[in-house]
């Protein structure tokens, strides 16, 4: 007979870990933020033109994160590099005074390091976003930046996400010479939102037997639905699409109908004034509506799970994404599965 104690309990890892990510923000800002700022003073004397970043998976979304912070609070343009112009087309852009970001839990990835190793020789300011400052990505940039979230054993990467905003957040505030005071209560913050896992796993039944879902969002929002359509979609495997609300409107809102359930992230600034008009197509389409975020419209929609009021927007992806990973652990759990081994998943994943 097995002893109970060996037997592994469905998503424990991935639980374990999520429920560390306060401790890794508090970790951040008292043992990080001052190498940071360090960092970003370096960059900023070099005044780079523009912002490039790169990422795969998880962190690029972090990475798309961090371009609205860099375009609304820096004023500079930045983008998304597609790698596969420099590791399989072998083009040479000229990154001369460029600040190429490359974000990456593990650092391990070829395409990765192969496409950071070129900008680096094409003239760029290179910097590694990582939790792993012995990976290969590290040693190939000029400037290194450790998440300090600690080993990541969960095949779904939670942990390691919030620590990657709350790094991209301090080097941008770095860069622009501000203090990184909006992000000080976040470990306290987000002790509170995991506390309520009680209301995410009351949510997750909705979604026992969902054969897809619509997640949207607008302005910092927007990362946080792409990154939760992928964790509900590697962990649950239900189909999960992700649209700015913008994108939704033209088009894919056809497909919406009173029985499709769909979550909406509805900051408390700008961009929930943004996707107002949405959720008003939404709600006369009846689509059965879950709001995560401002109090207000969680009210007004089917159900939802009320975020902290009061938090600076540009940081409130931090605390957004929270109750999302909970949902996904929760119903994958509830359809029978374990979050701690989804299929056809390795925690480095070798793309090219």
């Given at each position: 007979m097995s002893d109970p104690q060996t037997v592994p309990v469905p998503g424990r890892i991935m639980a374990t870990e999520m429920a560390e990510q306060p401790a890794v923000l508090?970790?951040?800002?008292?043992?990080?933020?001052?190498?940071?700022?360090?960092?970003?003073?370096?960059?900023?004397?070099?005044?780079?033109?523009?912002?490039?970043?790169t990422a795969r998976g998880t962190s690029d979304n972090a990475a798309l994160y961090a371009k609205y912070l860099i375009e609304i609070l820096l004023g500079k343009p930045a983008g998304l590099t597609s790698m596969s112009t420099t590791t399989a087309y072998g083009a040479k852009p000229d990154l001369t005074d460029v600040l190429v970001i490359t974000v990456s839990q593990s650092g391990g990835s070829p395409d990765l390091v192969a496409s950071t190793k070129a900008a680096r020789e094409a003239g760029a300011?290179?910097?590694?976003?990582?939790?792993?400052?012995?990976?290969?990505l590290a040693e190939v940039s000029e400037f290194h930046i450790d998440v300090l979230a600690g080993p990541e054993k969960a095949l779904p990467a939670t942990k390691t996400y919030t620590a990657e905003l709350l790094a991209l957040y301090l080097l941008v505030?770095?860069?622009?010479?501000?203090?990184?005071?909006?992000?000080?209560?976040?470990?306290n913050l987000a002790a509170g939102v995991l506390a309520r896992q009680a209301e995410v796993k009351a949510l997750a039944e909705r979604y026992r037997f969902a054969q897809r879902l619509v997640i949207t969002s607008r302005g910092y929002g927007y990362p946080t639905a792409r990154?939760?359509?992928?964790?509900l979609m590697e962990t649950t495997y239900i189909p999960a699409t992700p649209f700015s609300g913008a994108d939704l409107l033209h088009g894919p809102l056809a497909m919406v109908d009173n029985v499709s359930p769909v979550i909406a992230i509805v900051p408390d600034g700008k961009g929930g004034e943004a996707l107002q008009p949405v959720l008003?197509?939404?709600?006369?389409?009846?689509?059965?509506?879950?709001?995560?975020?401002q109090?207000?419209?969680?009210?007004?929609?089917?159900?939802?799970f009320a975020l902290p009021a009061g938090v600076p927007e540009e940081v409130q992806p931090i605390l957004e994404?929270?109750?999302?990973?909970?949902?996904?652990h929760e119903v994958t759990i509830a359809r029978g599965q374990d979050p701690d081994a989804p299929r056809a998943l390795a925690k480095v994943t070798e793309t090219r």
């Open positions: 508090q970790r951040i800002l008292d043992e990080g933020a001052p190498k940071i700022r360090e960092i970003a003073a370096e960059i900023a004397a070099r005044n780079p033109r523009f912002v490039l970043l300011i290179t910097l590694a976003v990582t939790n792993n400052a012995a990976s290969p505030e770095g860069l622009r010479g501000g203090d990184g005071s909006a992000a000080k209560e976040l470990p990154e939760a359509a992928l964790k008003d197509r939404l709600r006369g389409r009846g689509a059965d509506l879950v709001v995560i975020g109090r207000a419209q969680v009210d007004a929609a089917s159900a939802g994404i929270l109750p999302l990973q909970l949902l996904a």
